[in-house]
């Protein structure tokens, strides 16, 4: 196999200068393991929103065959 001069040089400046350095390891007594959480999704089903109201809701009774118009009117979509 040839190998020309900038690969060899290349390789060469790869290479370490001196001895092989110590291989790395933890120190027990300053590690912690980390640990994903447990959700339990019985609580989470529990907690129901809080809802702040900044101003009182306006109650406003209609007719069930004047419920589609009214909701379209207050949400400002067109009436079809």
């Known amino acids: 196999m040839v190998m020309d001069s ?3 040089a290349t390789r060469k400046n790869n290479q370490l200068n001196g ?4 291989t790395l ?3 027990k007594n300053y590690s ?6 447990q959700k339990n999704q019985q609580h989470e089903m529990m907690i129901s ?14 007719r069930p065959e004047e ?3 009214t ?6 979509k ?3």
Do not use: C, D, W
């Open 6 to 8: 900038s690969r060899a």
């Open 49 to 62: 929103p809080v809802i702040v109201h900044l101003i009182s809701p306006k109650i406003i009774h209609v």
């Open 25 to 27: 390891t933890v120190n």
């Open 67 to 69: 419920f589609m118009g």
């Open 71 to 76: 909701v379209q009117k207050l949400t400002g």
């Open 32 to 37: 912690t393991k980390m640990m994903k959480k």
């Open 19 to 22: 001895p092989k350095p110590e």
């Open 78 to 80: 067109p009436i079809s």
